[in-house]
């Protein structure tokens, strides 16, 4: 993506084969890191406390069978050949699925949503099957469960927290992943040291590994991601060479455990014990949601590739050949631990451990990279807090850091390191933090066959029955768990909902309160062509979240402060539930008042992936917007704000980088400096100074007025912004205080401000205090 234009990221339709598999290689460093890593510790988890010693292979070929049926069923039938497919304009994840249901109806909780919006291509791209059905008038299952969301609010907020505990626990995985991936992969030494040196000698080492690895975050990954794909190839051929080698000379008939047969017995001879491993077994589909969640980077055909002719044969012969290896030395803990190393031939035990480290280090990586982009969806979508983003690539899009994300991930990594200490419980906190997320991805998908795909409810029914059913067998089983472990991602999980349901919760009461407390247009109207102030010169930008109306902030200004600019722009940056938006359909431009009074409305609409433009890029758009409306307005009167039938003020859709790249004519009437209009726009390798046609020239009126806006542009730019204090009224509940007086006002002081999420100069700003009583 070329982050300087802000264009969306490039489509993979019609892609070469040799493309295709190039992105099929570069997808193993990205995606499969976790995944691929599994091995170092599965058999450990299983075989921790849960199954007593036995003289049989029964209990090493069941668990075997398990694994094997596990991958086949999770991850390559459930997302390969089904979950990919539920894109969101080529973006997956957790959010992509609630985004695709929010965008059927009026099902999401977004308070400023317009029927412009769903005039976006986004939009469009995935709804045209949906809209048909719809207009034909045709009762489906579709429309019954949309009626049934739109009319009860308690369903619609149901939804937003099954994809907050879904988020909450990815969130979680990025604390758990790194700690038991490079904490497995050192373990190793415990095979060449005694065992109470090696207690005092892995921890440390994971944890200056660990220190490592978040400090070099903010560098990002672009410079050393080309070692990534090559650092997992590797390691994937070493356990698959390992593997054959293991089956081969110690049980060439281990293929006969993935016999499901196996997995009955497993149970039935080991009853409860065989249960509480499942969250053991668990641990072998971890990191198969990025498949879906890093779908935006790569095409959904090299992501199928990737894992169908690589990551699982690798897997599989890596499985078997441990089995085969623990089939003839059986389980005797009181001598050995159960684990990877054991199995590795002792001659090539060290460098093996060091290819292990890499690839846990490039394995923790994507995983601390996507809970960034996660993050920062949620924050797109005001469901967490704002935060500082950076981008560290201009080149590679989806590379950012999160400072204070960072840090935090860090303490709380090496937190559950040095509490836990060993494989097992960390293993049974990172498996109920998977397997919860597959859970709300199951959920979420169904209702996406039943609204996107118009597929029938027994369909979708069927898709839940079965997978559900296998999730719920190992949730339950890491459940069971939670005082061994899996208390961690509940808690964690806990926490994050708790900050992003609460300040959901703020951002839809202020937004309320907002629209109650807007001014009206007879108001403003009563004050005269002047407004009753001294304009001064320049544009004075007022930053709101309403999209129609006029903010209280403008009255209250106004009132302590009879002076303002001569041009005044009520700027809306609002997200929108989709990934991306063009370019040409970012901004949307209309009057406020009488044409005289020189007041519009801009609302710019971004994407939860978008990337918001620098100041200066972003200054020159807004008022070539707003001079574009002019242009295009023509010779149609427009007095008043119109509105549409709903209640929302006419806007009209700018796009201000055909007309600009087309046209350069000069203002030769304009005087001095304001002889050419100043506003340029930022094109790769070349600037393009903003062009009126010389038809426009002829209209004296349109002329004027796009004189003003340039003499204004020269003068200079404010930007207003409201610093609200909230409180909660007299009378409101307890639950209500806590939530608004403590939870609300102490995220908001916290986090980081407007002036710094949208990129505005601090020499430009002027922030007016308000008191909101909700």
Known sequence: MDLESGHCPRTFKKQSWR???????????????????????????????????????DEIYGVLSFVFW??????????????????DNGEGGTFALYSLLCRQGTIGLSPSHQLADQELSAYKKNDDTVSSIAASGTVTS?????????????????LLILAMIGTSMVIGDGILTPAISVFSAVSGLELSMSKERHKYVEVPIACLILICLFAVQHHGTHRLGFLFAPIILIWLLCISVIGVYNIFYWNPHVYRALSPYYMYNFLKKTQRGGWMSLGGILLCITGSEAMYADLGHFSQLSIKIAFTFVVYPSLLLAYMGQAAYLSQHHIVRTDYQIGFYVSVPENIRWPIMGIAVLAAVVGSQAVITGTFSIIKQCSALGCFPRVKIVHTS?????QIYIPEINWILMILCLAVTVGFRDTKRLGNASGLAVITVMLVTTCLMSLVMILCWNKSIILAVCFVVFFGSIETLFFSASLIKFLEGAWVPSALSFMFIAIMFIWHYGTIKKYEFDLENKVSLNWLLSIGPNLGFVRV??????????????????????TNLPAFHQVVVFLCIKSVPVPYVQPEERFLVGRVGLKEYRLYRVIVRYGYHDIQKDDSEFERDLVCSIAEFIRSEGSKPVSLCEETENGDEKMTMVSIDSRIRKEKVELEDAPGPSREILMQVRVPKKQVRFALPESLLKREANKEELLELMEAREAGMAFILGHEYMRAKSGSSLVKRLVIDLGYE???????????????PHASTLEVAMLYHI
């Open 537 to 558: 010169r320049g544009i004075g930008v007022i930053d709101t979240e309403l999209v129609s109306g006029i903010p209280a902030i403008f009255s209250h200004f106004i």
């Open 70 to 87: 596990t991958l086949t069923l999770i991850p390559l039938l459930k997302y390969v050949f089904i979950v990919l497919r539920a894109d």
């Open 394 to 398: 201009s080149r590679t899009r989806g």
């Open 746 to 760: 102490f995220l908001r002081r916290n986090s980081r401000g407007r002036t710094y999420a949208f990129n505005i």
């Open 19 to 57: 493309s295709v598999l190039m992105l099929t290689y570069q997808s193993l460093g990205v995606v499969y890191g976790d995944l691929s890593t599994s091995p170092l510790y599965v058999y450990k988890s299983t075989f921790a406390d849960d199954i007593e010693h036995t003289e049989s292979n």
């Open 142 to 158: 579709a429309s019954i469960i949309r009626r049934l969301l739109e009319k009860h609010q308690a369903l619609q907020v149901a």
